[in-house]
């Protein structure tokens, strides 16, 4: 019996970054041998262990046989004959597939650390159409991993493109869709998951939504006429240095959804807060967060930042009863931290450079508006009767702080 270090821990260590967490290959042992010393078994569809001590993941050594369509379609084969080149073959990457003895001597049959050098996103078999999940894993690898210069293999992206065609992308489930994009999204380079989804005509079978802003036409809030997929890329490529947080940089690649019928009317829309008076369509947004099964945190603050992001650019324009009209659908009496959410959305694609981004002045009027009317003294409005009176004492008193001065 013997264990080896594999994947990711082995990978982010040749890169020269901390490891999250350690997995374990076992070879030569079965089952009934694990129980004995202890471990306790965790996989239900694999042979998978936490070691009684560290609590690390220990797997035994297998191979798989493609059975039917999806990612879950395979059964396994585990015994004391696999050897540890036919476990790791089955894995997706070169890079993945690289394991350390206890003497830390590397194991690489496949020529992953090649490929790190080379900074190559590889596929080690043919085997890898069998397991449509990994088009999104190598496209979430791709958003993580750009930031240290990697790319995907010319073949790698041939055989992603052959597995959209081929229909077996359709049988993936909707968690592990989300799961995957839900860390794309938390990566240095979230735009990468997407570009390389559409490069390889994923996009359309995973993210319909999504495909279909490509090809049309938006005016930019710098002023030039774009395409609003490619404006959605890169708005959501500037939202890393607005927000680390998932619901921000997820509406932000929603935004655009609500809007993509009638571009027209957004781009033309007047200084009013009354967006119920625009065509907006929520049906696309809803329909996308409904088959992902998006959070719902997530789902609220997307809907609003698609609702109001064109009137935050117009925010220095804005009447004071446009301004009330906006704080409250973003509803900052009760959630008042929305609002630096909200803007953080809106701030990424505000400009046409990082540099030029940095600078947003709606961001900071807004704040100082929003302080303004939450510091406003409700003393004896709570005595009054009538809730219809009281609610329009509270209106004025919040117009008044929003006059301008002089």
Known sequence: MKCYLVGGSVRDQLLGLPSVERDWVVVGATTEQL??????????EFPVFLHPHTHEEYAL?????????????????????VTLEQDLQRRDLTINAIAQASDGTLIDPFGGQQDIQQRWLRHISPAFKED?????RVARFAACYAQFGFQIAPETLALMRDMANSGELQHLTAERVWKETAKALSSATPHRYFTLLQACQAL????????????VPMQAPWGITVDSGHYMLQALEQSVVCSQELAVRFSVLCREL?????REEVNSMATTVQTKKLEYNLSPLQSFCHRLRV????RELSQVVALVYPLIYQALRLMPSEQLQL?????IWRRPERLAQVLAACQAGSAPT???????????????????????????????SGGAVRKALVRQRRLQALQPAG
Not at 62 to 76: A, L, M, N, Q, S
Not at 327 to 331: A, E, G, K, M, V
Not at 357 to 384: C, D, R, T, W
Request: aromatic content about 8%; proline content about 9%; some cysteine.
């Open 132 to 136: 449509p999940l990994r088009v999104l």
């Open 354 to 384: 990082l540099e030029a981004m940095h600078a947003f002045p709606p961001a900071i009027y807004l704040q100082q508006q929003a302080e303004k009317v939450l510091n406003v003294s409700l003393e004896g409005i709570a005595q009054v």
């Open 204 to 215: 359309p079978v995973l993210f319909p939504e999504l495909a279909q802003l490509f090809g």
């Open 258 to 262: 609500v809007w993509s019928a009638s």
């Open 61 to 81: 050594a297998r191979t798989e046989r493609k059975t039917t369509h999806g990612h879950r379609g395979f059964v396994c084969h585990a015994s004391p004959q």
């Open 295 to 298: 959070p719902n945190r997530l």
């Open 327 to 331: 704080f409250s659908t973003i509803d």
């Open 35 to 44: 129980l004995a010393l202890g471990y306790q078994p965790v996989g239900q």
